[in-house]
């Protein structure tokens, strides 16, 4: 049985009339560029994740960016971050000349933990950015007293985390401003790249909408730096579209990876994601941790089982960071995950006989 790692086309066809009739409208209206389908999708993120403002951007990383340069991150300033995360996160702060200080995660949550992060902080410390990685919101709450009582910001990375949430509250919201990523393959994907900053500070909303649009307040009035970080009107369309069903396609994600733990759970040789009691998951990746990993991936590429790798190389020893001096065995934590991880597929059109296969396949590999 064939078991991709993601199946875009089964999720367009199960929607395709309203979304090809929205990108139609957009055809018709050739305005292509922000504008009404990106302003109401706007508004409808923004309210499905319990925060003021949702600015749309062209990509996630324009919004790792604009997140700090808003508060004024810049050179000589330090942005804590973790090191197993995607390399977007660091180039928010490298993109306003800070520098990023990358630290290890917590073992059970592999988020940022509140103590490493305290020990990490310099007088240079301007930001903190908590990941939500794999769509798990981090511990939020001592991460902020933390950012407050040095005097600086915590800020969300939200790319993998539509929709969770901490302690019932939706994530976006928690930190200053977050940056939420559109592209693909994530829970809210688009038909091409999009991103979205959201806050609940009005002062940085309206920064961020001038910024995104070259610096503008109006037409050729340029008041301050900017950039062309602009949401395409077809991404908003589309977006907006597969926002209503977002709800329904989170529960189905959190269904898919509790029947891998049901199954999985007495395999001695794997370890399974914890959902800390914080926070509601939503499974943009369902990460495992796995004994001799590269032969398991063999065995199940050889079933036709295609899984991932969500990171292999930690921040710290990629080689576009080498300037900064870091070497193996700095963060053991997520140097070793690096080596142990193996995401398997999931996404809400996966099936009971697809998920069923993809453990008795794991179940053959360590029992032959
Ligand atoms: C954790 C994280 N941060 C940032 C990004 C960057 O988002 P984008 O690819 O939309 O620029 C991604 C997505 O790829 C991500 O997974």
């Not at 998951?281 to 590429?301: N, S, W």
């Not at 099936?351 to 453990?359: G, L, R």
């Given at each position: ?30 305005s292509?560029v922000?504008?009404?389908t ?15 403002h949702?600015i749309?951007l ?9 997140s ?6 810049g050179?000589?300033?330090e ?12 180039w ?13 995660c ?22 903190i ?5 794999y ?14 009582s ?9 790319a ?21 990523s ?54 908003g ?22 029947k ?9 040789q ?6 800390m009691?914080?926070?509601k ?21 050889q ?7 969500h990171?292999?190389?930690p ?18 934590v997520a140097e070793?995950?690096?080596?142990d ?9 996966l ?9 008795d396949?794991?179940?053959e590999?360590?029992?032959?």
């Open positions: 049985m064939r078991v991709p790692f993601l199946d875009l086309k089964l999720q367009y066809q199960s929607i395709r009339p309203e979304i090809d009739a929205a990108i139609r409208t957009v055809l018709e209206s050739t292509f922000l504008g009404k990106v302003s109401e999708f706007e508004r409808a993120f923004a309210q499905a994740h319990e925060v003021k949702s749309g062209s990509s996630g990383t324009d919004g790792n960016h604009l700090l340069h808003l508060l004024g991150v050179r000589g300033d942005v804590i971050l973790p090191v197993n995360t995607f390399i977007a996160t660091a928010g702060a490298t993109l306003c000349g800070a520098t990023p200080a990358f630290i290890d917590d073992p059970d949550s592999y988020n940022l933990g509140p103590s490493k992060v305290e020990k990490a902080i310099t007088p240079q410390t301007k930001a950015v908590a990941v939500h990685l769509g798990q919101p981090a511990d939020l709450d001592p991460l902020a007293e933390i950012a407050a040095h005097n600086s910001y915590l800020v969300e990375d939200a993998q985390a539509h929709l969770a949430e901490y302690k019932g509250r939706k994530v976006g919201g928690i930190g200053i401003a977050a940056a939420f559109f592209y693909p393959g994530k829970n809210l994907g688009a038909y091409g790249e999009a991103g979205a900053l959201t806050t609940n500070d009005d002062s940085i909303a309206e920064n961020a909408r001038m910024f995104r649009d070259q610096g503008q307040s109006r037409k050729y009035y340029h008041d301050s730096y900017g950039h062309n970080y602009r949401m395409e009107a077809i991404q369309a589309v977006l907006s579209v597969k926002l209503k069903y977002l709800p329904q396609w989170t529960e189905r994600r959190r269904a898919v990876a509790a891998y733990r049901d199954m999985l759970q007495d395999v001695d794997i370890v399974l994601p914890k959902e009691p914080y926070a998951h939503v499974y943009h990746l369902f990460v495992i941790r796995a004994q001799q990993r590269d032969d398991l991936r063999v065995f199940l590429e079933k036709e089982v295609d899984t991932g790798l990171y292999p190389i921040l710290h020893l990629q080689k576009a960071f080498q300037h900064l001096g870091y070497k193996r065995g700095d963060f053991p070793k995950l690096a080596d991880i193996l995401s398997l597929p999931i996404y809400p059109e099936t009971t006989q697809q998920i069923e296969y993809v453990c396949s794991i179940r590999f360590y029992h032959r």
